[in-house]
């Protein structure tokens, strides 16, 4: 008995060293500084992904935020927010309410109304106005007529042109001048006449005067008449009031000739086919002045200097026969009076006997 206890004690007291040397061993520190370091570690590890979830998790909340900022925004334009209470301001528990337009309508009728019967005032004063500004100017005697005054005649005075126009005075300005119709003198050489206003009882007449360009020798009665290059018949006169006018024959007016109107329409065309052969014997400088013309048989005649009559037919070729003209008298100089036919194909030229 007394072996098996002293066995059991030896057997504790192993254990017991066994325990001291298992606490008390070199690698038992070892262990704990590694749990310490890497506990530090996994705490240090632990906030980090702490703080970058609380951050994401702000910039989550942030964008959300903005998010739902933008939505209520965009609604916000179209929906009045209210709050639950109405003394506080609860910003996020509101309610969506359609906002009520009917003030703002009845408002914007209102101020139309207001705006329509202001505009329809300030009209009728302005009608109002210009009436009794009206019936002053055209029964006021200070606006009555009382002096003429013509501008640029040269060719008829001032007492002509006053007693042929249709101006009474003593009459209202106003009247005569707006009320009365169209104004006419009536007279030929009166090419066009304006009237102009000057305060407060005087009227200005300018005239534009037609000019003679030609003077014509009717064949049916032996009698001369004045033409401007328009055509219109001017005045009767004599061969002997020949100034700077072109003498024209060949022409044949109707028995009753009225001044201040235009020549039959045959002797027009005659007139610028004239004309077309004059730019073409400047254009070609074909020298000499045109002092004679002659319409007759459908030909036309000019005579240079009064010596060299030159025939042209009426026809469409004439700057043709003009530049052939121009080659015949280049050739022939000594060519400087008689008679050169330039209406047949092949010209011809006649010297005076």
Avoid: W
């Avoid at 309410?97 to 703002?104: E, L, Y």
């Avoid at 003429?148 to 005569?176: A, P």
């Avoid at 400087?336 to 011809?348: A, C, L, N, Y």
């Amino acid at each position: 008995m007394k072996s098996s206890g002293t066995s059991t004690n030896k057997n504790k007291k192993i254990n017991s060293n066994n325990i001291k040397k298992n606490s008390t061993g070199p690698s038992r520190p070892k262990v704990k500084k590694r749990t310490s370091t890497n506990h530090k570690k996994n705490t240090r590890n632990n906030f980090n992904t702490n703080k970058k979830n609380t951050v994401n998790k702000e910039v989550r909340k942030n964008n959300h935020s903005a998010k739902n900022n933008l939505r209520l925004n965009k609604v916000s334009q179209d929906v009045e927010y209210v709050p639950f209470f109405d003394d506080e301001i609860v910003p996020n528990n509101i309610r969506k309410v359609k906002p009520d337009n009917s003030s703002d309508i009845s408002h914007k009728v209102k101020k139309n109304v207001k705006i329509k019967a202001s505009t329809i005032i300030k009209f009728t004063f302005f009608i109002a106005f210009v009436i009794i500004i009206l019936y002053l100017i055209f029964n006021m005697d200070t606006f009555n007529l009382s002096s003429i005054v013509v501008r640029g005649n040269e060719i008829y005075s001032e007492e002509e042109i006053i007693s042929k126009s249709s101006l009474n005075m003593g009459d209202n300005v106003f009247k005569q001048l707006f009320l009365s119709g169209k104004n006419q003198i009536d007279l030929a050489y009166i090419a066009n006449f304006t009237l102009n206003y000057s305060f407060p009882s005087t009227i200005v007449i300018n005239v534009e005067e037609r000019y003679p360009a030609y003077i014509a020798l009717d064949k049916n009665t032996n009698s001369y008449y004045k033409i401007d290059n328009e055509g219109y018949l001017l005045e009767k006169c004599k061969l002997t009031d020949k100034k700077d006018e072109l003498l024209v024959e060949g022409f044949a007016f109707e028995s009753e000739v009225k001044l201040g109107e235009k020549i039959n329409e045959v002797y027009l065309d005659k007139l610028k086919i004239y004309n077309t052969i004059k730019q073409l014997l400047e254009k070609y400088e074909i020298k000499g002045n045109i002092t004679k013309l002659n319409f007759s048989n459908s030909l036309t005649t000019i005579t240079l200097d009064d010596k060299l009559n030159v025939i042209f037919a009426n026809d469409s070729n004439l700057e043709y026969k003009v530049s052939f003209l121009k080659g015949i008298l280049q050739k022939n100089e000594q060519i400087v009076e008689g008679t050169i036919d330039m209406s047949i194909e092949d010209p011809v030229y006649s010297k005076y006997n």
